[in-house]
């Protein structure tokens, strides 16, 4: 069953890029005790790779085994390899390249040097999923990708997650894990995206969300809007679903929401 949603907020986003940092760090060295490697889903934006940065910047970082940890992303643009736009790119020289990974256990989805169209790349990382999913035994289980422990979520201004937008075919997506997108009202046009049936497959959904230009999209998302008009509505993680908000994404959500949830 998915759980309720539960809120964090933090006084900033340097604060809250840390804290989101130190109980990253924590959950992966539990799960890596419970299960011998540890799985995280990495999101991009400013928020997402800031986070890592302050990962990399965490004395605590040495608690997780770097080398067995999996590392996949939610989304990516459809760019070059060596695009400064990649989530991947971002995404290592905040974190991958300063600690010591298993190249083995990276999995960026593949660019426009490898893929003619962002439909083939989506194709291509599904299949990298279900032989994830396989390799762990996991043929049962209602979506074809492994096991996620933490799956990182940033939220547009438009409400969009991942490459998912509002009113787009991949946010409609029921059955497939990944999807190519093109027309992406945010530039880069071509991206591709988990889906949000894979995305629930994750045991934690972590929203991460700093600034006013969020509050809205954040305000609706936490009061019952439905995922195709908001996306960020949709993520329900199986065991939890945390939002780590700064005051400033917070500023629009109702008192009686805010009660409920955790001010630090
Ligand atoms: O393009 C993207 O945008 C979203 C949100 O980014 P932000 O800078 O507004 O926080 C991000 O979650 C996604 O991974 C990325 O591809």
Redesign the pocket.
């Given at each position: 069953m998915n759980a309720e949603p539960v809120l964090h907020v933090h006084p900033d986003q340097e604060i809250l890029a840390a804290a989101v940092a130190r109980r990253l760090v924590g959950r992966l060295a539990i799960a890596q005790r419970e299960r011998g490697e540890a799985t995280v889903v990495?999101?991009?934006?400013?928020?997402?790779?800031n986070t890592l940065k302050a990962v990399a910047a965490e004395p605590s970082r040495t608690d997780v085994d770097w080398s067995r940890v999996n590392f996949w992303?939610?989304?990516?643009?459809f760019v070059a390899k060596d695009s400064p736009d990649r989530?991947e790119l971002q995404a290592r020289q905040a974190l991958l390249d300063l600690v010591e990974v298993d190249e083995s256990r990276v999995h960026p989805f593949g660019s426009a040097d490898e893929h003619a169209t962002p439909f083939d790349a989506a194709d291509a990382y599904a299949e990298e999923l279900r032989e994830a999913a396989r390799l762990e035994g996991g043929d049962g289980a209602q979506m074809p990708v492994p096991t996620f422990d933490v799956l990182l979520?940033?939220?547009?201004?438009d409400a969009?997650?991942?490459?998912l937008f509002p009113e787009m075919a991949g946010i409609r997506e029921e059955e497939r894990t990944v999807v190519g997108v093109e027309n992406?009202p945010?530039p880069p046009p071509q991206?591709v995206?988990l889906t949000l049936p894979a995305i629930n497959s994750a045991a934690e959904i972590w929203l991460v969300?700093?600034?006013d230009?969020?509050a809205g999209a954040v305000g609706l998302a936490l009061a019952g809007a439905g995922p195709v008009q908001v996306p960020a509505a949709g993520p329900k993680g199986r065991e939890e679903t945390l939002w780590m908000l700064d005051q400033a994404a917070a500023s629009q959500l109702p008192d009686s929401l805010l009660a409920g949830g955790e001010t630090f």
């Open positions: 990495l999101t991009g934006g400013t928020l997402g790779i992303w939610g989304d990516e643009r989530n979520l940033g939220v547009g201004p969009h997650i991942a490459s992406s945010k991206r995206s969300v700093a600034g230009d969020k």
